[in-house]
């Protein structure tokens, strides 16, 4: 299936902008990327799409002069070229904007872009220098940005902005974006996109890294598909689908869409009332949060990161401290207290999988077997006596729930930190639910996480669900939250923006209400009136 | 107390600072560029130790000086080596400078001159001598203006000089270079410096190289202007202080002035007890005044001076990665 790509964009008389013929590297005993050869014409976008560890990242590196192939020749604009390190990259013409921005974050825009394209020892006729063309490249390319403004103040969506200006003002013909979109609201991304056809139209090469199928089909003129270190095919974006290009990553039919019953619920399992909740530094970051979930059903919370879904979460979990009413089957739970932790939340049937596994969900250097123990460690089941633990036991224990899970490998004995993405919030997952809790809070299910694993996770889910469980689901993915809420309510500055049903909305208005627009224009300054979000039906 | 009492003791305050004032800059440059810098105190006493040392034996203070810097540097490289080079804990490798300078300088002096660890006298051309500014003599006369020209600007060894003058000089090369933005930029992300095509091992090593020709400048001043020649462990403490200062400065260069200017006026008084107790009008045991400015490095250390942000790289040796 590696025809495609020749015929795309230009006519194949102009040479590829990039030419990789049979690129391999390895790690050690892992081959990350196995005789790839790829053409990419100049004037198209083409992207590149696989699951977590299938080597696109390793690829690119190599592009950018991170790592050194072990075998393989590049070719840019059709003369074989040598990258030993991102200076070399730098003349090759190509400019990467890598997933965490490369930014000094109490830098200025204008310092950010010149650093290492200095014109002389001098800054000053550099800073002029690069503030005369920034504002040429905003008026061009939609890509506006104040230049004096600290990178600390500007939304993700702006700083990606300057990562995209620092590769054209050292003068980048191919510019490299690694999952671009995943900080972005759907605005932003659309903003994007607009940029990058815009440079596309001026005649830049752009490759797209990035697992969400939609972005591949929206924006990209090729796209290449790894897998497992190999490139298993380059196709032409029109002639191809979704569905084939996931079963191209995944090597299996896969599920794109979640399959579930209509939502049976019942009562009221948590509810909260007015919650506001300060931070360290005073800031309030929620303001008044009024919202139920019923058990048997699931309620998705959409919204941009930062705009107070996690504090939510940490404080329903057990830590943080809170103002206002929260009710686990009808008890009121202890916000401020010495009873606020998640200790006491457990024992009242909460359970937790945080939105950062690594920080707050395991402890990467301890063994799954202990991993998989924590929060619930004082459960009889694993103890021998009074003062010590049943080690045995919780190795078996742990032993079946992973296989009841599917973590690979299925070895107890292994540490964390030697899971993959998908295999470690499997073992939070199977911590949390296999204690049947009453109320699930679940934050960033599938955050880096395989397609593969995306299924089983959702899976999972949906049957804790279907067992009369409520479930508490925050996510930045909309997709996520589209497929797997019965009801969505959208989080916007500590607020609640609104709630609407999957039926009845789209990515565009939920978009808007995570952006702060509602119909009837910008976010309210007092809270919405509770109505909205406790008054709704949910026979989805 | 009276006007030449207070020029006095400003004048010591000067004097004192000195040598705060250029291990504080070389721990600002070090640290600016993301390397901790604890050996500082070491690097100043293996400067002194030698920059005596080799005025002694030749009778000239230029060849200390060179062999002052000399020592310094060779510590930076090693620190240098470790932090940057191997990865290692910037902390224990600043630490294990301090003891080694702490323990060569003795036995080497032993060696060398045998005379209980420390190093002849100096006088003459092995010493930075003061120097009398122009119209120093003539101007004496006037009071006020005149008599602070004299007293306080003028009479300094030229180190001292060269130290007031490296604040402004570190200040412009910090904000206005290009080599001042990537430094600033490697402390702050080096992962920024690195996706720029820029060195970070290169910018890194540079900026511990000046670290380590400031802090012998230091030591040099030490043993060759403030004092005449090397005694054990003289240089008691300052790098430390200068680690005190720098935080108190917020890894500012003007700032770092005020602060060591602070911590040496501190010094100063504890060398006129007599003047303390007629302004405060109480007894104050010498010791406490000897101990003052380590005390009030303690109180600075401990945070009570506001929130002081440091480099946000600082500390962490850099590993590539995506």
Request: proline share 4%; aromatic share 8%; charged share 20%.
């Amino acid at each position: 299936m590696r025809d495609g790509a020749e015929n795309a964009g230009r006519p194949d008389t102009a040479a590829p902008a990039i030419e990789l013929k049979g690129i391999s590297k390895a790690f050690g005993p892992v081959q990350a990327n196995k005789d790839i050869s790829i053409r990419v014409m100049p004037g198209t976008i083409h992207g590149i799409i696989g699951e977590n560890g299938a080597g696109k990242s390793t690829l690119m590196s190599i592009l950018y002069g991170f790592y050194k192939a072990d075998a393989g020749e590049i070719f840019i604009q059709g003369r074989k070229t040598e990258i030993p390190d991102s200076q070399a990259a730098i003349a090759a013409g190509i400019g990467m904007v890598f997933q965490h921005f490369k930014l000094v974050e109490n830098f200025t825009v204008l310092e950010n872009v010149v650093l290492g394209a200095e014109e002389g020892a001098l800054l000053k006729p550099s800073l002029a220098k690069a503030r005369k063309l920034l504002s040429e490249l905003a008026a061009e390319y939609e890509l506006n940005v104040d230049p004096d403004e600290m990178i600390e103040e500007l939304s993700v969506g702006h700083q990606q902005r300057v990562e995209i200006l620092k590769a054209l003002y050292r003068q980048a013909d191919i510019l490299i974006l690694d999952e671009p979109t995943g900080v972005l609201t759907p605005a932003e991304a659309d903003h994007l996109f607009r940029i990058l056809n815009g440079l596309k139209d001026q005649g830049k090469t752009i490759i797209l890294i990035t697992h969400k199928l939609r972005e591949i089909m929206e924006i990209t003129d090729t796209v290449s598909v790894m897998r497992r270190g190999e490139m298993t095919a380059t196709v032409k974006t029109k002639e191809t689908s979704p569905e084939e290009l996931a079963e191209l990553m995944v090597g299996r039919k896969v599920l794109l869409r979640v399959d579930k019953k209509p939502a049976e619920p019942y009562a009221r399992v948590l509810e909260v009332e007015n919650l506001r909740i300060v931070d360290e530094d005073g800031v309030e970051r929620v303001k008044g949060v009024d919202l139920h979930v019923r058990g048997g059903e699931i309620l998705g919370i959409a919204g941009v990161a930062g705009n107070g879904q996690s504090e939510l979460l940490h404080v329903l979990g057990g830590y943080g401290r809170a103002a206002g009413t929260v009710r686990v089957n009808g008890e009121d739970i202890d916000l401020t207290g010495s009873r606020s932790d998640g200790q006491s939340r457990r024992a009242r049937g909460i359970a937790h999988v945080p939105e950062d596994r690594h920080r707050e969900g395991l402890i990467l250097d301890f063994f799954a077997w202990e991993n998989m123990v924590f929060g619930y460690h004082n459960a009889p089941e694993y103890q021998k006596s009074s003062w010590f633990m049943d080690n045995a036991a919780i190795r078996r224990i742990t032993q079946e729930k992973m296989q009841r899970f599917d973590v690979r490998p299925p070895n107890p004995a292994l540490a964390a930190k030697n899971f993959s993405g998908g295999n470690q919030q499997k073992i939070v997952l199977a911590r949390e639910i296999e204690r049947d809790p009453d109320l699930l809070l679940v934050g960033q299910p599938t955050r880096g996480v395989d397609i593969g694993a995306i299924e089983f996770i959702h899976q999972q889910i949906i049957a804790l669900r279907d067992r009369g469980k409520a479930i508490l689901l925050v996510s930045v993915e909309l997709d996520e939250i589209l497929s797997m809420s019965d009801r969505i309510a959208v989080m916007f500055d500590g607020r609640i923006m609104g709630e609407r049903l999957p039926a009845e909305t789209d990515e565009r208005e939920l978009g808007m209400l995570m952006a702060g627009i509602t119909d009837t224009g910008r976010a309210p300054v007092h809270r919405p009136p509770s109505g909205l979000v406790t008054g709704n039906g949910t026979q989805a | 107390m009276d006007y030449l009492t207070l020029l006095q003791i400003l004048d010591t305050t000067v004097r004192l600072a000195t040598p705060l004032l250029f291990a504080c800059l070389a721990g600002l440059v070090s640290e600016r560029a993301g390397i901790f810098d604890i050996g500082l105190e070491g690097k100043l006493l293996m400067s002194a130790f030698f920059s005596a040392a080799v005025a002694a034996t030749t009778g000239s203070v230029w060849a200390g000086l060179a062999a002052g810097v000399g020592a310094s540097l060779v510590l930076s490289a090693i620190h240098g080596l470790a932090s940057i080079t191997f990865r290692g804990n910037q902390l224990i490798s600043g630490v294990a400078i301090n003891f080694l300078a702490s323990g060569l300088t003795v036995l080497i002096a032993q060696d060398w001159f045998g005379q209980g660890g420390r190093t002849p006298s100096l006088s003459g051309d092995a010493r930075f001598n003061e120097i009398t500014l122009p119209f120093a003599q003539s101007l004496s006369g006037l009071p006020y203006a005149g008599q602070g020209y004299t007293e306080l600007i003028s009479g300094h060894s030229l180190l001292v000089y060269v130290g007031l003058l490296t604040v402004p000089l570190i200040w412009w090369m910090l904000y206005r270079t290009r080599f001042g933005l990537r430094l600033r930029a490697v402390g702050e992300n080096p992962a920024a410096v690195d996706t720029a095509g820029v060195s970070v091992l290169r910018l890194r090593y540079t900026a511990v190289a000046i670290a380590g020709v400031l802090c012998g400048l230091g030591g040099v001043y030490l043993a060759t202007g403030l004092q005449a020649g090397f005694v054990k462990e003289m240089s008691s403490g300052r790098g430390y202080i200068a680690l005190a200062a720098l935080i108190f400065a917020k890894w500012r260069p003007w700032y770092a002035l005020f602060a060591c200017l602070l911590f040496g006026f501190f010094q100063a008084l504890s060398f006129r007890p007599d003047v303390v107790e007629r302004v405060a009008r109480i007894d104050i045991p010498g010791q406490f005044l000897d101990a003052l400015p380590y005390i009030l490095t303690v109180v600075i250390l401990a945070g009570f001076v506001g929130k002081a942000i440091p480099p946000r790289a600082g500390g962490e040796p850099y590993v590539k990665e995506r």
